[in-house]
């Protein structure tokens, strides 16, 4: 299925439908095969039922033996020919239900896992391609919740409940055709039936939707709690807060449980109700039956009726009763996979970024790496306060540029706005005088090499998280972007050297290490921009000497932003940006800075331990280092 189709897929009002519509129809084949299959073996399987009536009144009743759609030519006379002739129609008909079955389950299931596999590889590629907005704004549990119990949840219905619910239209709609051959005035008694118990479990259904969507919303919730938990795990020990942690979860899972609880008690109802009404039913019909057999046609009723008539037509109205109950707990499924369609499709429903998706131009270059902000404003999607305000700044190619400032002073926001990760509320981007509108993302990303603060190492092998940008890159080219990030000589002590594998999130190095192979990560990459997001925050001093040592090679030939704290980080910066609550309030090189005796000034005082000498105006900036 293609993303367009899985795009619209998301905006109709029939989610499972639309699901198996658009990503169901190259292995449309195997799922006709399903449907004919277990159509006709149902049949099958209830035409001995028939056969059998018709044989009793033939024996006992001495009524003609006549089969419809046989010619009366080719029915026995005598008695024993007649038990043989019902002998080998049963073992065909038995023989068609079972060759007809596995050919109808054989369909199904190669249409159910084809179908889930196509969905499930979609679903994880629309999930990568969201904008940053949909993680900043939903949680990772919900996630991984659709990743992972909603698609099970489908697999569920397409591989069982789709199947049982051919089976279901095929045992009502054979009841009802033996049924109106045996007895037509019967028949109508039980048709008469019908809006009761399609009304009862119309009712039902509704309910269970509604519990439905509360009941995925709580696991969700679940799940993110058990995530948020179990990764904190050093913290929690080192807080003693296990319990404290125990009870976040017990409640989310005690919610859940309610929610859980709510559906199973409408499911609970509807079962016995059903069971109830059809065993009525089916006694009103066995009395009227023996009445008319053995007295005389009661009430309105005219004709006659036999012992072969009836005894099918209890069995059947018997079988009718079956699929009736199991039309609810199939309602229950499909309410179950809808709200799973309708929480998968939900991830489609969000852009790359918005308002608008533009028509990108592949063929524009990034080459040199020159950035300008003109007049950007920027404010984060539900919050009240501007992030950004009035930023203007030109940066010539090449140039290396310090950003310095307190924790929420907007500094990380320019680097998520010039990754295309947020779009500007207002004023421009441009990134080697094209407008970043004009610029498709991965064009954009693929020229920009970025370490943030805590970066994010796979549960792969060293060498695969430092090539993770440039799989082709050769040993030579991966050993000397590890020594120029210093962690060559740490990788060569390890007994599996650059095949070492750093465990899941990277938790078997220490934060520094992950840092290194993150910044040598940025350099094998060799892009014409540069970010730096407090990419020395996780190391010690003699690396972060090393690092500096090394930045002027690092930063050669490319235009490099140096987001830290710490200003020594940026000091030899061609230019430093301070920025506080959002706008920039000073701007030039670590000496012209200090001349201006301004917050510069005041953060370096504080970080050189200088405290007297910091501005009265500025003394709470020491609280927000």
């Given at each position: 299925?293609?993303?367009?189709?899985?795009?619209?897929?998301?905006?109709?009002?029939?989610?499972?439908?639309?699901?198996?519509?658009?990503?169901?129809?190259?292995?449309?084949?195997?799922?006709?095969?399903?449907?004919?299959?277990?159509?006709?073996?149902?049949?099958?399987?209830?035409?001995?039922?028939?056969?059998?009536?018709?044989?009793?009144?033939?024996?006992?009743?001495?009524?003609?033996?006549?089969?419809?759609?046989?010619?009366?030519?080719?029915?026995?006379?005598?008695?024993?020919?007649?038990?043989?002739?019902?002998?080998?129609f049963l073992i065909a008909f038995k023989a068609?239900?079972?060759?007809?079955?596995?050919?109808?389950?054989?369909?199904?299931?190669?249409?159910?896992?084809?179908?889930?596999?196509?969905?499930?590889?979609?679903?994880?590629?629309?999930?990568?391609?969201?904008?940053?907005?949909?993680?900043?704004?939903?949680?990772?549990?919900?996630?991984?919740?659709?990743?992972?119990?909603?698609?099970?949840?489908?697999?569920?219905?397409?591989?069982?409940?789709?199947?049982?619910?051919?089976?279901?239209?095929?045992?009502?709609?054979?009841?009802?055709?033996?049924?109106?051959?045996?007895?037509?005035?019967?028949?109508?008694?039980?048709?008469?039936?019908?809006?009761?118990?399609?009304?009862?479990?119309?009712?039902?259904?509704?309910?269970?939707?509604?519990?439905?969507?509360?009941?995925?919303?709580?696991?969700?919730?679940?799940?993110?709690?058990?995530?948020?938990?179990?990764?904190?795990?050093?913290?929690?020990?080192?807080?003693?807060?296990?319990?404290?942690?125990?009870?976040?979860?017990?409640?989310?899972?005690?919610?859940?449980?309610?929610?859980?609880?709510?559906?199973?008690?409408?499911?609970?109802?509807?079962?016995?109700?059903?069971?109830?009404?059809?065993?009525?039913?089916?006694?009103?019909?066995?009395?009227?039956?023996?009445?008319?057999?053995?007295?005389?046609?009661?009430?309105?009723?005219?004709?006659?009726?036999?012992?072969?008539?009836?005894?099918?037509?209890?069995?059947?109205?018997?079988?009718?009763?079956?699929?009736?109950?199991?039309?609810?707990?199939?309602?229950?499924?499909?309410?179950?996979?809808?709200?799973?369609?309708?929480?998968?499709l939900g991830i489609s429903r969000g852009d790359?970024?918005?308002?608008?998706?533009?028509?990108?131009?592949?063929?524009?270059?990034?080459?040199?790496?020159?950035?300008?902000?003109?007049?950007?404003?920027?404010?984060?999607?539900?919050?009240?306060?501007?992030?950004?305000?009035?930023?203007?700044?030109?940066?010539?190619?090449?140039?290396?540029?310090?950003?310095?400032?307190?924790?929420?002073?907007?500094?990380?926001?320019?680097?998520?706005?010039?990754?295309?990760?947020?779009?500007?509320?207002?004023?421009?981007?441009?990134?080697?005088?094209?407008?970043?509108?004009?610029?498709?993302?991965?064009?954009?990303?693929?020229?920009?090499?970025?370490?943030?603060?805590?970066?994010?190492?796979?549960?792969?092998?060293?060498?695969?998280?430092?090539?993770?940008?440039?799989?082709?890159?050769?040993?030579?080219?991966?050993?000397?972007?590890?020594?120029?990030?210093?962690?060559?000589?740490?990788?060569?002590?390890?007994?599996?050297?650059?095949?070492?594998?750093?465990?899941?999130?990277?938790?078997?190095?220490?934060?520094?290490?992950?840092?290194?192979?993150?910044?040598?990560?940025?350099?094998?990459?060799?892009?014409?921009?540069?970010?730096?997001?407090?990419?020395?925050?996780?190391?010690?001093?003699?690396?972060?000497?090393?690092?500096?040592?090394?930045?002027?090679?690092?930063?050669?030939?490319?235009?490099?932003?140096?987001?830290?704290?710490?200003?020594?980080?940026?000091?030899?910066?061609?230019?430093?940006?301070?920025?506080?609550?959002?706008?920039?309030?000073?701007?030039?090189?670590?000496?012209?800075?200090?001349?201006?005796?301004?917050?510069?000034?005041?953060?370096?005082?504080?970080?050189?331990?200088?405290?007297?000498?910091?501005?009265?105006?500025?003394?709470?900036?020491?609280?927000?280092?």
């Amino acid at each position: 299925m293609s993303r367009r189709d899985f795009a619209e897929a998301a905006g109709t009002q029939m989610p499972l439908l639309r699901i198996i519509r658009t990503v169901g129809r190259p292995n449309l084949p195997y799922f006709l095969l399903g449907i004919v299959g277990t159509t006709v073996g149902t049949f099958a399987s209830y035409a001995d039922i028939y056969l059998i009536g018709l044989a009793i009144d033939a024996i006992f009743n001495q009524q003609a033996f006549s089969v419809p759609l046989l010619s009366e030519s080719l029915l026995p006379e005598s008695q024993m020919g007649l038990l043989f002739q019902t002998v080998i129609f049963l073992i065909a008909f038995k023989a068609a239900d079972i060759i007809a079955t596995m050919c109808g389950r054989f369909g199904f299931n190669v249409f159910a896992q084809r179908v889930l596999h196509d969905l499930r590889v979609e679903t994880f590629d629309t999930a990568q391609r969201l904008g940053i907005e949909f993680f900043d704004t939903n949680e990772s549990g919900d996630v991984m919740n659709v990743l992972n119990d909603d698609i099970n949840k489908l697999e569920e219905f397409l591989t069982f409940s789709i199947r049982h619910t051919i089976w279901i239209v095929a045992s009502l709609s054979a009841s009802m055709i033996f049924m109106l051959e045996l007895n037509v005035q019967l028949a109508f008694v039980v048709l008469v039936a019908s809006p009761l118990f399609a009304g009862i479990n119309y009712w039902f259904s509704q309910e269970l939707e509604k519990r439905q969507d509360i009941v995925r919303a709580k696991a969700g919730s679940l799940n993110a709690q058990l995530k948020t938990s179990l990764s904190g795990i050093y913290q929690i020990k080192s807080s003693n807060a296990e319990a404290f942690e125990t009870e976040r979860v017990e409640q989310a899972s005690d919610d859940h449980l309610q929610a859980r609880w709510d559906d199973r008690r409408i499911y609970a109802r509807q079962r016995p109700l059903m069971r109830l009404l059809s065993g009525a039913w089916l006694l009103l019909i066995l009395v009227i039956g023996f009445y008319w057999i053995v007295v005389e046609p009661p009430m309105f009723f005219e004709g006659t009726l036999t012992a072969g008539q009836l005894i099918p037509f209890l069995i059947y109205m018997q079988r009718l009763t079956k699929p009736m109950q199991d039309f609810g707990w199939i309602l229950e499924k499909y309410k179950e996979a809808k709200a799973s369609a309708k929480r998968i499709l939900g991830i489609s429903r969000g852009d790359e970024y918005t308002p608008t998706q533009a028509e990108f131009d592949p063929s524009i270059p990034i080459t040199q790496g020159s950035v300008e902000w003109n007049n950007v404003q920027f404010r984060y999607p539900g919050s009240s306060e501007q992030a950004l305000t009035d930023i203007s700044m030109s940066v010539d190619a090449g140039e290396t540029i310090g950003i310095v400032g307190t924790t929420g002073a907007g500094k990380s926001t320019l680097t998520k706005l010039l990754l295309k990760f947020y779009v500007p509320d207002s004023g421009r981007i441009r990134v080697d005088g094209h407008d970043l509108d004009d610029i498709a993302p991965a064009t954009l990303r693929s020229a920009v090499g970025y370490v943030s603060q805590d970066p994010y190492l796979f549960d792969r092998s060293i060498r695969e998280n430092i090539t993770y940008s440039y799989p082709e890159a050769t040993d030579e080219e991966i050993k000397a972007a590890a020594k120029t990030a210093g962690i060559h000589d740490f990788v060569g002590r390890l007994p599996d050297g650059y095949h070492t594998n750093v465990g899941e999130h990277g938790e078997k190095l220490s934060g520094g290490q992950k840092q290194r192979i993150a910044i040598a990560r940025a350099i094998l990459q060799d892009p014409p921009l540069m970010i730096l997001d407090e990419a020395t925050s996780h190391v010690d001093n003699e690396t972060e000497s090393f690092i500096q040592r090394n930045l002027e090679e690092l930063t050669a030939n490319r235009t490099t932003f140096i987001i830290a704290h710490r200003i020594s980080t940026v000091r030899t910066a061609d230019r430093i940006f301070v920025l506080k609550d959002g706008m920039i309030r000073e701007k030039g090189d670590h000496t012209d800075l200090l001349a201006q005796e301004g917050v510069y000034t005041d953060l370096w005082n504080i970080q050189v331990g200088d405290v007297q000498s910091v501005t009265e105006d500025s003394r709470s900036i020491d609280s927000q280092l």
